[in-house]
C-alpha cells in the first residue's frame, strides 16, 4: 500500500481466528487379548456374549495388523466369556489410529473357553501423529472376525488423521522456491454506502474462522479519502454478493494496511496498521464495532512507515514494515510484552525502491522451520518478490527461483488465467490463513494469496483513483 501521497493503504482484513483442525484422540487401555486372531478395524470379539469393537478415532494411517494366532477377533469392548471363539479376520489395510494409537477398551475379563495367546503386533502408523503403536496391530478396514458361535462385526474404520500439527494425513510439501499459480477472475465490485463513491477494493488481509472468510479491506473514498471495509462470506463464490460492511464511521475506520491476528498468549485479537504503527484489539473480529481505540505500535521509528506486519515464534514478537524505499524494517519485543510499542527498527533488507517498495508479509511455513517473506515491487506491472529465512531474527535472503520479474515470486510471468487476462498487476495481498494465530503459519501444500488487480487498459494514474479490485491465486505445482 501507499502513503497518503499516492501510496495504497494496506486495508486491514480482519481475519476471523479458525483453529487449525488437529487431530487428537482417546487412547484407551489395551484389554487382555483372547485367542489373538487378526484384527480388523476394531472390531468386536463374540463368541458367546460378546461387546461391540469401539470405532477407531482419526489419526495416522495405520500398518497392516500383525497376523495373529486363533481365535476371536479382538474388539475394543469388554471380553467375550463363553463360548469358542472363532477364526479373526485378517486386518484391512488403510485403516486408522488414535494418535500414534493404542486401542481403547471397556472393562472386561479375560475370556474364557478358549486359549489365551496374545494377539500380533501391529505396523507403525505412517502419516500422522508418531506416538508409540498399540500392541496387536493398528485397525484396519472392516475386518470381520468369524467363528465359534457367532462371527464379531468389524468395527467401523477412521479417517485419514492429521498429523501433531493439523496436517490433512501427514502430507508434507518443502519449502517453496519456484512459483506458478493460476488466478481466478475478479471475486467482487466495491458497494458504496449512501453518500460516498468507493473506486476500489484493495489491500486484504483474509483469515478462516469458524468456516467463514474474514477479509478486511482498504477503499478509496473519492468524496473522501481512503477507507476500510470488512466483508464476511462462507466461500469465494459468495464473495462478490457478500455485504460489505463499510468502517468510516468507526473508532477504527481510518485503518489502512493491518495485519490481524489471534493472540493466544492472551486470548484476544489484535490489528496492527499503518500511519505511525498503531494497534487496536478485541474479541471479536466478525464486529468492527468492537474495536478498542488504536494504540501507538511504534516509537522510535524512522518515519514513513507503511505496510506493518506482526509475526510470533514461541519467545518473541517481530514487527516488520516497508518504508517505499528499498528497505525493509524489523523491530521486536518479548512475546510477554505484547500487544504494546514496538522501540526502534533496523533496516534487514536494503535494496531500491524498483525492487523493494511496499506491502511486506512474512509467514511461518508449516513442516519446514523456515519463514517466508514477500516484498511489492514498484514499477507496472506490479509484482512480489520472495526471501526465506531459518529465523524470525536471522538474514532473510532473496530466493534465487522468485526474486526477479521474470521469475517472480507472483506476478503476470508466472500467472494463468482461465480464458483472457484480467490484470498485468499481481499486487497487495495476504495469503489466505485457516490458522489465523500470531505464528502467521501456512501450509506448503495449500497455498492461496488473496490479492489485487486491475483493468490493464488503465492508465497509472493518480494512485489511489486506480481501480483495483480482488483475485484469488492458487499455487499449481
Known amino acids: ?92 489395510s488403510s485403516g486408522t489410529s488414535d494418535t500414534g494409537g493404542t486401542s481403547s477398551s471397556t472393562t472386561g475379563g479375560n475370556p474364557t473357553g478358549g486359549s489365551t495367546t496374545q494377539p500380533g503386533t501391529g505396523g507403525n502408523p505412517t502419516g500422522g501423529s508418531t506416538t508409540q503403536p498399540g500392541t496387536g496391530g493398528m485397525g484396519g478396514s472392516s475386518g470381520t472376525g468369524t467363528g465359534g458361535d457367532s462371527s464379531g462385526t468389524g468395527g467401523r474404520s477412521g479417517t485419514a488423521g492429521s498429523s501433531n500439527d493439523g496436517g490433512a494425513g501427514g502430507d508434507t510439501c518443502p519449502f517453496p522456491t519456484s512459483f506458478q499459480w493460476s488466478s481466478s477472475g475478479p471475486l467482487a465490485q466495491p458497494k458504496s454506502p449512501a453518500g460516498h463513491t468507493l473506486v476500489s477494493l484493495k489491500d486484504f488481509t483474509n483469515v478462516v474462522h469458524n468456516g467463514q472468510h474474514i477479509v478486511y479491506a482498504t477503499a ?177 535472503t532473496a530466493i534465487p527461483g522468485a526474486s526477479t520479474r521474470e521469475t517472480p515470486f507472483a506476478g503476470k510471468s508466472n500467472v494463468t488465467f482461465t480464458g483472457a487476462a484480467w490484470t498485468d498487476d499481481i499486487s497487495h495481498g495476504d495469503m489466505v490463513r485457516s490458522d489465523p494465530s500470531e505464528t502467521q503459519t501456512i501450509d506448503p501444500c495449500n497455498m492461496q494469496l488473496l490479492y489485487q488487480g486491475r483493468d490493464p487498459s488503465q492508465n497509472p494514474k493518480p494512485y489511489e483513483q486506480l481501480a483495483f479490485l480482488p483475485g484469488l491465486l492458487t499455487l499449481t505445482q
Not at 54 to 74: D, E, M
Not at 307 to 328: E, H, K, R
Open 220 to 396: 478509496f473514498d473519492s468524496t473522501a479519502s481512503w477507507t476500510s471495509l470488512v466483508i464476511l462470506f462462507q466461500d469465494w463464490p459468495d464473495f462478490a454478493s457478500a455485504p460489505q460492511t463499510w468502517m468510516g464511521n468507526l473508532t477504527v475506520g481510518s485503518t489502512v494496511a493491518p495485519t490481524l491476528f489471534y493472540f493466544t498468549p492472551k486470548d484476544i485479537w489484535v490489528l496492527i496498521t499503518q500511519w505511525g504503527i498503531r494497534y487496536a484489539t478485541s474479541t471479536d473480529p466478525t464486529d468492527p464495532s468492537k474495536w478498542s481505540a488504536l494504540q501507538p505500535g511504534l516509537t522510535g521509528g524512522p518515519g514513513g512507515e507503511i505496510d506493518p506486519t506482526v509475526i510470533c515464534d514461541s519467545t518473541d514478537c517481530y514487527l516488520f514494515f516497508a518504508t517505499s524505499n528499498g528497505q525493509i524494517h524489523r523491530s521486536s519485543m518479548q512475546i510477554g510484552q505484547f500487544p504494546g510499542a514496538f522501540s526502534g527498527s533496523t533496516p534487514i533488507i536494503n535494496e531500491t525502491k524498483a525492487t523493494v517498495n511496499e506491502a511486506v508479509q512474512v509467514y511461518a511455513v508449516k513442516g519446514t522451520g523456515k519463514y517466508l517473506m514477500f516484498v511489492e515491487s514498484d514499477g507496472w506491472p506490479r509484482y512480489f518478490r520472495a526471501y526465506s529465512a531459518d529465523s524470525l531474527g536471522g538474514t532473510f
Open 1 to 92: 500500500m501507499r502513503s497518503l501521497t499516492g501510496r495504497s493503504l494496506g486495508l486491514c482484513v480482519a481475519l476471523a481466528m479458525g483453529t487449525g483442525t488437529a487431530c487428537t484422540s482417546n487412547p484407551g487401555h489395551t484389554p487382555p487379548a483372547g485367542t489373538g486372531g487378526n484384527w480388523g478395524s476394531r472390531g468386536s470379539a463374540t463368541g458367546g456374549i460378546s461387546s461391540t469393537g469401539g470405532i477407531q478415532s482419526s489419526g495416522g494411517a495405520a500398518g497392516l495388523g500383525g497376523t495373529a494366532n486363533a481365535g476371536g477377533t479382538h474388539g475394543s469392548g469388554g471380553a467375550a466369556t463363553g463360548g469358542t471363539p472363532g477364526t479373526g479376520g485378517l486386518a484391512g
